[in-house]
């Protein structure tokens, strides 16, 4: 089974935890925990996760728990550890803005990914990274395990870079102006002038391209989905092997194509519709 494997968030020293006159503990680390299990880490190490966020373990036990009382995490379905569950997202779908974008979009992800067999994902920016909120599998070997809440470098993704590529140059350098890039692999665009470079060629295609830029042997294409005034406030992409973007030849631009047509569906009941020429 090909699976795209969530990278982990949780190496490197403990974390110092930073107190401020107005908060509250007890709901930093909640939150804290919160992060890292929507970056990929189950918690199933107890005394590893304690250790890597700076908390107790015993009070990890405790946060745990309540959360999972209150629905905001749940127990992986292969049984090992904790993934976000459905409270939560549910809460962040109804207060957010995108809200009219997560009610209309999840038949037309479903319908992407049925019709090409792929996986397919719809996802915001978030300052400089991308939040993955929807993401439907194919009923095929092929699956992607990034989940819903998951955040991401906006540059390693053509989720991001499709959303980006309908800035301003300027508006990008500022952006990520202190911004540490980070090489995922060889292809990741990893400082700002070859970000800038990719996004001039997705701006010439219209469409995103990654060829292994956040894992290997994992192709992407990304578009950008635009509300009423016309301003891209969310991105729809497909993954996959290099074989399911080149075999048959022609392949890749029948998959840009079905793309492009979901982007313009979701678009249109934003209240976007394209000038005509």
Not at 94 to 115: E, F, H, N
Request: glycine share 8%; no cysteine; net charge neutral.
């Amino acid at each position: 089974m090909f699976i795209f494997e969530q990278r982990k968030m949780m190496s490197g020293p403990a974390v110092t935890e930073k107190r401020t006159d107005f908060g509250v503990p007890p709901i930093t680390r909640a939150v804290r925990l919160l992060r890292a299990i929507a970056n990929g880490e189950r918690a199933e190490n107890m005394s590893a996760t304690a250790r890597a966020l700076g908390i107790n373990r015993t009070t990890l036990m405790r946060i745990l728990a309540t959360l999972e009382e209150e629905r905001f995490i749940e127990k992986h379905p292969d049984g090992h550890g904790y993934r976000i569950g459905l409270g939560l997202v549910a809460i962040a779908a109804m207060g957010s803005p995108t809200k009219d974008l997560t009610d209309l979009a999840p038949p037309i992800v479903r319908k992407l990914a049925q019709d090409l067999g792929l996986s397919a994902h719809l996802g915001v920016l978030d300052k400089s990274n991308v939040i993955y909120l929807m993401r439907e599998r194919p009923n095929t070997p092929l699956a992607s395990n990034i989940q819903p809440g998951s955040h991401i470098p906006a540059y390693a993704t053509t989720l991001g870079r499709a959303i980006l590529a309908t800035w301003n140059p300027k508006d990008v350098q500022a952006l990520f102006e202190g911004v540490a890039f980070e090489s995922f692999t060889d292809a990741t665009p990893n400082s700002l002038p070859k970000l800038l470079e990719a996004l001039d060629r997705d701006r010439k295609s219209g469409i995103s391209s990654s060829e292994g830029y956040y894992l290997p042997g994992v192709w992407s294409l990304g578009t950008a989905v635009r509300d009423q005034s016309g301003t891209a406030i969310a991105a729809l992409n497909v993954t996959g092997t290099p074989q399911h973007f080149t075999e048959p030849d022609e392949r890749r631009e029948e998959i840009a194509a079905v793309l492009k047509q979901a982007a313009k569906d979701l678009s249109e009941r934003l209240g976007y519709f394209a000038p005509t020429s």
